[in-house]
């Protein structure tokens, strides 16, 4: 053991969340302790995000931070790994002298042996090899109620805004036999709830032990039966891949939670033509009718993307009745920044100017549809799945079925127990519950 503590600072989506806990599992095995401090830290891994371009610039921006320290202990190591890293790759050596290795998120399971080799060494190839089978097995500490687990990596889609189809590359899925034994361990080591994670998690299609192509709502039920799991959640979704077997899920699997994330992007057809999403907004419509046929009581989420090139006040319009036609409970809204190498970004920009203000009215409407469904909650008495301690002290947080962030007055043996808990207050990010 080398006793080095290493910090690993994580940007971007759940599926880096979900990579940096594997990679500090790699790391632990080759003696780096994990510390949450920077400045204690004998290697910061920046596990980077390449979505929008303020993801990108931040990482640059973080990166000068260390030049004091390493310019003070050579032995001091900073690793950039994830999309950023697959995107730039020597680049980031070459506007950054500071970093020493260069891993993307499908070669981050060489890290322990990128950094033993020293020098800067950029890796970003998509090996043929698994790196799940090469990682080291989930570790037995590290209790956490509610866990990722990646299913699917990568994207075929290309939406011509977006970078994930070139920075995670091809659409696979993992075997159902893999993702089984891990859910397993994570059940083993205090999980209640997995998030089954992927770019496009309905479009799993993993080899079942069966030999046969597996779809998600297939392995979900295999899942649902692991005892000791309460509730099972799955993100991010494609319009065009929620098929039928996954609507009846909703419906029928009663650990699959009544919330699902569903991107639409935009409400005009003209838009998403040139998105690429290959959907209408009718369509988008009709799966939403499908879904709350099946599940009633369903939550549903969205992203979507203001001032793409071309967009007019019309099309704009089109969005806030698509929106209003839906009644969000939660949505996540970014005016469109245009990435190097997409296709979107070659055309005419719509003004920031006009973008910044279609965000904020759109975000007014988005907030106010949340609210709503907040306040619908109070007085309800709902089950929720207590996770960690709560803001104040006698407090625990935890997740309403919906998804709402819950804090209740309990005691801390009810971490990993899902109670009924009357709402009694709805605040703006989270709502105040007591024992029911
Ligand atoms: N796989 C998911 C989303 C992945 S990226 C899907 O297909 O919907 C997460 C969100 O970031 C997207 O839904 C989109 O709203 C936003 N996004 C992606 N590229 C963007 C860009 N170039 N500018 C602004 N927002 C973008
Ligand atoms: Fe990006 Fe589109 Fe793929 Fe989602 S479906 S990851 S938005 S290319
Ligand atoms: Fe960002 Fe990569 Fe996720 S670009 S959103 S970290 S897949």
Redesign the pocket.
């Known amino acids: 053991m080398s006793g080095k503590k290493v910090f690993i600072k994580t940007?971007?989506?759940q599926?880096?969340v979900y990579d940096s806990e594997r990679m500090a599992e790699a790391l632990a095995a080759s003696g780096y302790e994990a510390t949450g401090e920077a400045d204690d830290a004998d290697l910061v891994v920046l596990n980077?995000?390449?979505?929008r371009e303020k993801?990108t610039e931040k990482i640059y921006s973080e990166l000068g931070r260390y030049k004091k320290r390493k310019a003070e202990r050579p032995d001091f190591r900073i690793a950039v790994a994830?999309?950023v890293a697959q995107a730039e790759g020597e680049e980031i050596v070459r506007r950054q002298p500071l970093v020493d290795v260069v891993v993307g998120?499908q070669a981050y399971h060489r890290l322990p042996e990128l950094l033993r080799r020293g020098g800067v060494q950029t890796n970003t190839d998509f090996p043929v090899n698994d790196k799940f089978a090469e990682l080291p097995e989930r570790a037995a500490g590290n209790r956490s109620v509610s866990s990722f687990l990646t299913v699917q990596e990568g994207c075929d889609k290309f939406c011509t805004f977006c970078?994930?189809p070139y920075?995670?590359g091809a659409e696979t899925s993992r075997p159902v036999t893999q993702v089984e034994s891990e859910a397993l361990r994570l059940v083993g080591r205090g999980a209640r709830e997995i998030v089954l994670l992927g770019?496009n998690v309905n479009a799993y299609h993993g080899t079942g032990p069966d030999g046969e192509c597996w779809s998600l709502a297939r392995l979900i039920r295999a899942l649902a039966r692991i005892e000791g799991l309460q509730r099972i959640r799955f993100t991010t979704s494609h319009p065009r891949d929620m098929s039928a077997d996954l609507i009846e899920a909703l419906g029928s699997c009663h650990k699959l939670m009544p919330y699902l994330h569903l991107p639409a992007q935009s409400g005009s057809d003209k838009i998403l033509k040139a998105m690429n999403r290959r959907h209408t907004a009718e369509d988008y419509l009709r799966v939403i009718g499908r879904i709350r046929k099946a599940r009633p009581d369903i939550l549903i989420s969205g992203d979507f993307i203001v001032g793409f090139p071309g967009e007019t006040d019309a099309d704009f319009a089109d969005t806030l009745e698509l929106v209003r036609k839906v009644h969000y409970g939660q949505a996540y809204s970014f005016r469109y920044s245009p990435r190097p190498g997409t296709p979107a970004a070659e055309r005419p920009q719509v003004s920031p100017e006009t973008a910044a203000e279609r965000l904020d009215e759109l975000q007014s409407l988005l907030r106010s549809q949340q609210r709503e469904v907040q306040w619908r909650m109070v007085g309800r008495t709902v089950p929720v799945l207590f996770e960690k301690p709560g803001r104040r002290p006698g407090q625990l947080v935890g997740k309403s079925e919906y998804l709402h962030s819950v804090h209740c007055s309990a005691a801390d043996e009810l971490i990993g127990e899902s109670v009924p808990v009357r709402i009694i207050r709805a605040e703006p990010n989270s709502l105040l519950g007591e024992l029911a």
Do not use: E, F, K, W
């Open positions: 940007y971007g989506c599926m880096n980077t995000c390449h979505i993801a994830g999309c998120p970078v994930v920075t995670r770019q």
